[in-house]
């Protein structure tokens, strides 16, 4: 598994958002976490 997709799979794993788009940034995790939580 290439390391992208390794981190983004533990991501998923940790916090159930998946980030699909490169570089994976705090303030992108925080934004989907956010986008998550209004649905």
């Known amino acids: ?3 992208p997709a390794a981190i983004s799979n533990a991501i ?3 916090v ?3 980030l699909r ?3 994976m940034t705090p303030a992108r995790l925080a ?3 956010q986008s998550r ?3």
Do not use: F, H, K
Request: glycine content about 6%; charged content about 35%.
């Open 1 to 3: 598994v290439p390391p």
């Open 12 to 14: 998923y794993d940790a």
């Open 16 to 18: 159930g958002v998946r």
């Open 21 to 23: 788009e490169l570089p």
């Open 31 to 33: 934004a989907s976490l």
């Open 37 to 39: 939580d209004r649905d």
